[in-house]
């Protein structure tokens, strides 16, 4: 048994994108020559290691959605 932790896979590491990419996923992405790590085919930031139970991305993270889609329907309301 190994005592490393278990990688799900990588989420860009930009808090506005956060596009979660699975392991085979990230291997057809640009490497930055300079630290190796994977860039976001997005928006060119690096990717993270993502861990069992921590947040992925937009799709994944239902609290964020869930306040923008508050925010919208507020100034929707506002504007009537």
């Known amino acids: 048994p190994e005592d490393r932790p278990k990688i799900d896979g990588y989420v860009c590491s930009d808090e506005d994108c956060r596009?979660?990419?699975t392991a085979l996923e990230a291997a057809?992405?640009?490497v930055d020559p300079t630290t190796f790590m994977f860039l976001c085919e997005y928006?060119?930031?690096t990717l993270e290691e993502?861990?069992?139970g921590?947040?992925?991305g937009p799709m994944e993270d239902k609290e964020r959605q869930e306040e923008a889609a508050r925010k919208q329907l507020a100034l929707f309301e506002e504007e009537l």
Do not use: N, V
Request: charged content about 55%; overall charge positive.
């Open 19 to 21: 596009r979660p990419y």
């Open 54 to 56: 921590k947040k992925k």
């Open 43 to 45: 928006c060119d930031s």
């Open 28 to 30: 057809d992405l640009e």
């Open 50 to 52: 993502s861990r069992p």
